[in-house]
């Protein structure tokens, strides 16, 4: 991490073209060739830092109580990460807005951190996935549409029966369509989430009065509070 922090500490204050990998590495106390062990580009050595935070808000949702639904997991999580203070110093938040607001005008960093959200997407959908399995908090009802959907894949013959389209029982939804809805909502929440950071850093982050990122992922998680979760469990 201490790789990471030197990298962004160099981009914010001198830009991305005016610092080189053997910049990155003198300021962390390290050798060139120990930095490109680790690193195969010199934008590559701030993905740390963006990993981090999300990654503290996926295990957030993960540590969710068993009796919290997944709307309400997501954005208890989003408030205890995504504040001055949760997670990482106060004082460390006016870097991690200059760190995100370089991703608007520096195409190589905004892959890298288009990168760490695909990631993101991932692994809350992993996330998803087993409280679905274990059925915490979701609810047992089918949704009307995915079960529409199994239906017409068995009656064109890719049911367990007749092909082998479907892994899914006789009553319950096909993993397929599970699978996909939950890619769909893991990824609307990760977008979610990203827009909130993305647009609290395009204005600096330090307007007083104005809302923060956990107020503004919030706001964006709320569209998440209608999806069909129990159309992802099984009767």
């Not at 110093?89 to 760190?99: E, F, I, M, R, T």
Request: hydrophobic fraction near 50%; charged fraction near 20%.
């Amino acid at each position: 991490m201490e790789i990471a922090r030197a990298a962004a500490g160099l981009f914010v204050r001198q830009g991305l073209k005016a610092t080189r990998a053997e910049d990155i590495a003198q300021a962390a106390g390290i050798a060139p060739r120990t930095f490109y062990r680790y690193f195969a580009a010199k934008e590559e050595a701030v993905a740390p830092l963006y990993e981090a935070g999300a990654r503290r808000w996926v295990e957030a949702v993960r540590a969710a109580p068993p009796g919290a639904s997944v709307p309400q997991a997501l954005e208890d999580a989003v408030r205890s990460t995504l504040r001055p203070g949760a997670g990482a110093p106060s004082d460390s938040w006016a870097g991690v807005c200059a760190l995100i607001r370089l991703t608007h005008s520096t195409p190589s960093l905004r892959r890298v951190w288009a990168e760490v959200c695909q990631t993101s997407e991932r692994a809350l959908g992993e996330v998803l996935a087993a409280r679905a399995r274990t059925g915490t908090a979701i609810g047992t009802a089918i949704d009307n549409d995915a079960e529409r959907i199994v239906r017409a894949a068995r009656a064109a013959g890719m049911d367990g029966a007749g092909g082998a389209g479907s892994t899914g029982g006789a009553d319950g939804v096909d993993s397929a369509v599970v699978d996909a809805r939950l890619r769909f909502a893991a990824a609307v929440a990760v977008a979610a989430v990203r827009a909130a950071v993305e647009g609290w850093a395009a204005g600096d982050g330090t307007g007083e009065g104005l809302p923060g990122p956990a107020e503004l992922a919030v706001a964006n998680l709320a569209t998440l509070r209608d999806f069909p979760w129990d159309a992802l469990t099984e009767p």
